[in-house]
């Protein structure tokens, strides 16, 4: 769960360098060769399985330890406590579901039409290149789309923000002097992830 | 102080329970949650009614025997304290408490707001001991052991195996208790020499018994009446990978430990 | 006429325990596998018994009315345990370990049993050690110590404020390895409700499932009761709830007898009492009085309002405070022995110079320890104590003194044992507080986690072989035999009719009343014509009780009056028992202080021509009183004095 988990973060971080590629003023430039080279570099391309392993084990872990969770407490308390703990601990399940009902449409929206989809194309120097940049733009141009992807990212924060600590304490790190090192980078992975990435919509949809 | 309780009766193992209410008043505040419980109960045996239930013993926060969900907080909304130690004065006059056993599959209700515990002692069975018979032992000074490490290991030693941590889990998890003995001997030169065994042994008796997983949410840290830290939870990562990925298995056959 | 042989051995007093063990006989392995033996209770005495007996291999069944072994009350002692290791060079050795615990008990107690003990306290902190309890360290890795009451060397090892948590557990996880083993058969929430004989010998117990109501009848070879003290006979003391004397007073009636019943230790720094809706007393560890000081207002005006509210006591200057240890006992001060300090506290607060609102209370001040060594240290070395007093009275012992007052903590008296620790039925073994054992007439603090171990660990796994070694042709019992089926019987029909009796009123308020009589006359301070008066009392309250006790509930099932009843019934008789020891005896002796006895100081007045026994009381039928046996105590190696603490 925990080195999954890691492994996203990363993954989260390297799409969100490239996305805001988007926002460089050169015609989309930067971002539709990044974007070609992560659809048809092999190696990239083979990373991608892994990828795909990394969130379906997240995932399905994830159901599976909630699962056992649920099934250790068969009757729940009247009165349920909210302990002086770590608050978005306690959700991850659901901010874990709701991150992944988008993920699905979030793949439709992009993935599979820059994958097996027809795409338009730009001449960028010698090459002609799928514009992957014009689709975003298209899609955050509707305001509803912008809503909907600031209030999913919104909770990919708080799924993050009990993320990086949490993995460190799984693998055994727990230090008194470095513990509280890693909550502060939780949080701040938290709001730099999902903070820059909500930019990305909220720039175009102003522009 | 004019109190209403809101307690769990539940006849036995195999009934229903439900919640049944309770007005009870003239409580002094510098009473204990409990006294106040026996006064209530004081109440009921007069009326002929059947008392309420609950585990208790030595009534100063070490025996680890009550065990009452108060309000939401395993032990009452006190931080580092047993219900025993919990005091009225810490309520409101006209308060509303709400009274539930722990809840969690391995801890089965026998009556009331009694539950069977006995799966923490099937942990500490599993491997929770040095094994080391009686007799014939060096001198206790001949190891010298840091302060520091003896001191954390005091810290994981001061578990009463109340069951608080596994209250207060959302998951219903026992990582706190398992951990807090794992990491008393593996602090220890002593302990450590079976440390890779017991680990792994005191885990699968855990995960066999049908206790929830830990995804660290720190509410067993926070309820512990020893304030025990979830960094023994850390430590016990650390001992059951190293045990999981390290452990060799010699050749040959092995004695048995007798 | 119960025949009192104590079996000391020959020899020299460092020699008896190594010659005792030379020539006893022993069980071989294969013989161990087929003899079975029963421990009650898994306390410090049970738990270190049944583990060690089942690692020699013998098949043991070990039970308790907790939900976990790990629950007995030896979880809750604080301070320390001794032992005579000189880690601090300053001159402890086994026989001034030895000297002080007898003279600790003012001379009431066994020397061969005390020396025995003394000597194998040092393996028992080895054992712990090895067992991984975390005890207390200095920088250098070493083992600390602190000094306690009674001493004047620092011999006592502890783990913070819960020594006796740190050595239960450690007992505990000894047990459960044998559990594990298949060696310990457990039984929890099961309690003794009486002990079978069988030809005169002990061969089973009646127990009672107390989750399904059942009564169950099992059998061994030999039965061990490790079943504690029986302080709870006074209501109010710093025993667990459900501490009580089931197991040895059915011992008792069944014809062990009982040794020195009116030896009670008051422990003289609890917290006082506050209302009578209280249940228990809290103890603050003894250690405290190595760093506090024990002081009452000089002059009664103050205390008068200190006692109404108008003065605080940090109001008062230093020349106002009576430090009346320090005064008194210039030697010891504030670490006299438990017994000496109590009644001190006692004798003031009578005089009218008690504190607190009931002016039952007496300063624990720690404002001068705290300029000497800094706040810091002092939280360091008490602040879980602190904590737990600021949680109970609402007040900041870092600003203002502590109040305390004895309370009912301990009890000497128990079953008589010889030195093998069986009682006077064969094959009845008594061990830690159940026994009357070494302490005397007084216990010196850090002495009962190592008796309790001593007992469990290095004694009786030794003396239990001596008699179980010419049972070994003896096969397994069967619990149908007809002495099974009737003791059970007896048992049901005890139960039964305490069930019927469908009176007007609750267990606790006969077991409040009865508390009441036992502080008042057979506490602190006794005297003839007041124990004359108990003893009618406590009769007619058993009367009234067995008339007018309301039990609701049925018996098949979880039943905690049921449980308290059958528990106060006991307490009930044993009461009266000890108000006749105390009257018996015409003396002023550690925890047994007749006020008629006492010198013109007012210190502890022995009568050693006449009173130099253990009182064994033998049971003789609840319409006859009890006849008194006595064990002459033989002084042969130390000289009796006068305790002198000054």
């Known amino acids: 769960m925990a080195l999954a988990g890691l492994f996203l973060i990363s993954f989260l971080g390297v799409h969100l360098g490239i996305n805001l590629l988007i926002l460089k003023n050169d015609g989309r430039e930067a971002f539709n060769i990044a974007a070609h080279f992560m659809v048809t570099n092999p190696v990239v391309q083979s990373m991608q399985w892994v990828l795909f392993g990394g969130f379906i084990l997240h995932i399905l872990l994830g159901a599976v330890l909630q699962i056992q969770n649920w099934m250790a407490r068969p009757q729940r308390y009247k009165v349920e406590g909210f302990s002086h703990t770590s608050y978005f601990s306690k959700f991850m399940i659901h901010t874990g579901l709701i991150i992944f009902a988008f993920l699905i449409l979030h793949l439709v929206n992009f993935f599979f039409k820059a994958k097996f989809g027809a795409m338009p194309e730009v001449m960028i120097g010698d090459h002609m290149y799928e514009d992957m940049g014009l689709l975003v733009i298209e899609k955050f141009s509707n305001l509803s789309y912008v809503i909907l992807y600031i209030f999913w990212l919104l909770f990919l924060g708080f799924h993050l923000d009990h993320a990086f600590h949490s993995a460190m304490q799984s693998l055994g790190l727990n230090h008194s002097k470095y513990t509280p090192v890693f909550f502060g980078i939780s949080r701040a992975l938290a709001i730099l992830i999902a903070g820059g990435f909500m930019i990305i919509p909220l720039v175009i949809y102003f522009s | ?258 | 006429m119960a025949e009192l042989n104590s079996k000391i051995p020959k020899g020299q007093l460092a020699e008896k325990w190594t010659n005792y063990k030379d020539n006893i006989a022993l069980v071989n392995p294969a013989n161990k596998r087929r003899l079975e033996v029963i421990v009650v209770g898994t306390g410090l005495a049970g738990a270190s018994a049944a583990a060690s007996l089942a690692e020699m291999g013998f098949k043991v069944k070990n039970y308790c009315y907790q939900d976990s072994p790990r629950r007995a009350h030896s979880i809750a002692a604080q301070g320390g345990i001794n032992a005579a290791k000189n880690y601090q060079n300053d001159g402890d050795s086994v026989y001034r370990l030895f000297y002080d615990t007898i003279k600790g008990g003012d001379y009431r107690a066994r020397e061969a049993n005390v020396y025995r003990l003394a000597e194998v306290s040092n393996a028992i902190i080895d054992q712990c050690v090895a067992q991984g309890v975390p005890f207390a360290r200095e920088y250098g890795g070493l083992l600390d110590n602190r000094s306690f009451g009674g001493a004047q060397v620092s011999r006592t090892f502890y783990a913070r404020g819960q020594t006796g948590q740190q050595l239960l557990l450690g007992a505990y996880s000894a047990l459960s390895r044998q559990v594990k083993k298949g060696n310990v058969e457990l039984f929890t929430r099961h309690e003794m409700l009486d002990v079978v004989l069988v030809e005169g010998r002990a061969r089973g117990i009646i127990v009672r499932n107390m989750v399904t109501g059942e009564i169950e009848r099992h059998a061994a070879h030999a039965v061990v009761l490790a079943t504690g003290g029986y302080g709870n006979v006074f209501f109010l003391s710093t025993n667990a709830m459900g501490s009580n004397t089931t197991a040895i007073w059915k011992a008792f009636r069944r014809g062990a007898v009982f040794g020195n019943p009116c030896f009670t230790q008051i422990h003289p720094t609890c917290i006082p009492v506050h209302g009578d809706f209280q249940s228990k007393l809290t103890l603050m560890s003894e250690s405290l009085r190595n760093d506090g000081r024990i002081w009452v207002p000089k002059q009664k005006e103050d205390a008068e309002k200190i006692r109404k509210g108008t003065l605080l006591p940090t109001q008062i200057k230093e020349e106002d405070r009576d430090y009346y240890l320090e005064r008194r006992y210039p030697a010891f001060g504030n670490l006299v022995p438990r017994d000496v300090a109590s009644r001190a506290a006692k004798e003031r607060c009578d005089a009218g110079f008690g504190v607190g609102e009931t002016g039952l209370a007496v300063y624990l001040d720690f404002s001068d320890a705290i300029n000497r060594l800094g706040k810091s240290t002092i939280e360091a070395r008490y602040g879980n104590l602190f904590q737990m007093y600021e949680k109970i009275v609402d007040e900041n012992p870092y600003k203002t003194p502590m109040m305390i007052y004895p309370a009912v903590h301990y009890t000497m008296g128990g079953l008589w044992v010889d030195y093998e620790l069986m009682t006077t039925i064969p094959g009845l073994f008594a061990i830690g507080e159940a026994n009357f054992s070494d302490h005397g007439a007084n216990r010196l603090g850090a002495s009962a986690l190592m008796q309790g171990l001593a007992d469990g660990y290095f004694v009786l796994p030794y003396t239990i072989q001596n008699y179980l070694a010419d049972q070994i042709s003896v096969p397994k019992f069967s619990n149908d035999l007809p002495e099974f089926k009737l003791t059970e019987e007896e048992a049901v029909n005890r139960l039964k009719k305490l069930m019927n009796v469908r009176g007007k009123n609750t267990v606790d308020s006969f077991h409040k009343k009865l508390g009441h009589i036992m502080w008042e006359y057979v506490g602190m301070g006794r005297n003839a014509e007041g124990l004359k008066k108990a003893i009618t009392e406590i009769r007619a309250l058993r009367e009234e009780f067995w008339k007018d006790v309301k039990i609701p509930g049925e018996m098949n099932e979880i039943n905690p009056e049921l449980e308290k009843a059958s528990r106060v019934a006991d307490f009930l008789e044993l009461g009266e028992l000890m108000a006749r020891d105390a009257l018996h005896r015409d003396e002023s002796c550690g925890g047994h202080f007749r006020e008629e006895f006492q010198t013109t100081e007012g210190e502890a007045l022995r009568n050693d021509q006449e009173f130099m026994y253990a009182a064994a009381w033998e049971f003789t039928g609840d319409t006859q009183e009890p006849k008194l046996n006595k064990e002459v105590l033989d002084y042969e190696f130390v000289e009796v004095k006068q305790r002198n603490y000054k």
């Open chain 2, 1 to 258: 102080m004019d109190l209403t309780l809101k307690i769990w009766r539940q006849k036995n193992a195999a009934s229903k329970g439900k919640f049944v209410t309770y007005k009870i008043s003239d409580i002094s505040p510098n009473s204990s949650f409990l006294e106040m419980m026996d006064i209530l109960n004081e109440s009921l045996v007069l009326c002929g009614e059947d008392p309420v239930a609950f585990d208790h013993d030595c009534r100063e926060g070490i025996c680890g025997a009550c065990s009452m969900y108060i309000n939401g907080h395993p032990h009452g909304p006190d931080k580092a304290i047993t219900t025993c130690q919990l005091h009225m004065r810490r309520f409101k006059d006209g308060e509303t408490i709400v009274i539930e056993p722990w809840r969690a599959r391995p801890f089965p209700v026998l009556k009331d707001l009694i539950v069977d515990r006995t799966a923490f002692d099937k942990i500490i069975q599993a491997g929770g001991y040095v094994s080391v018979n009686t007799g014939g032992i060096p001198d206790a000074n001949s190891i010298p052991i840091p302060k520091v490490k003896a001191d954390l290991s005091m810290d994981a030693a001061a578990c009463i195996g109340c069951g608080a941590c596994v209250a207060a889990c959302k998951n219903a998890s026992a990582m706190l208790f398992v951990a807090a003995k794992v990491s008393q001997f593996a602090l220890l030169p002593q302990g450590r020499v079976e440390a890779s065994e017991r680990v792994q042994a005191m885990v699968a008796e855990m995960d066999n018994l049908g206790f929830g997983n830990c995804t660290n949410t720190g509410a067993c840290e926070a309820e512990c009446p020893k304030e025990i830290s979830i960094s023994n939870i850390a430590r016990m990562n650390r001992e059951f990978l190293s045990a999981k990925l390290g452990a060799q298995k010699p050749s040959g056959r092995t004695g048995s430990d007798a």
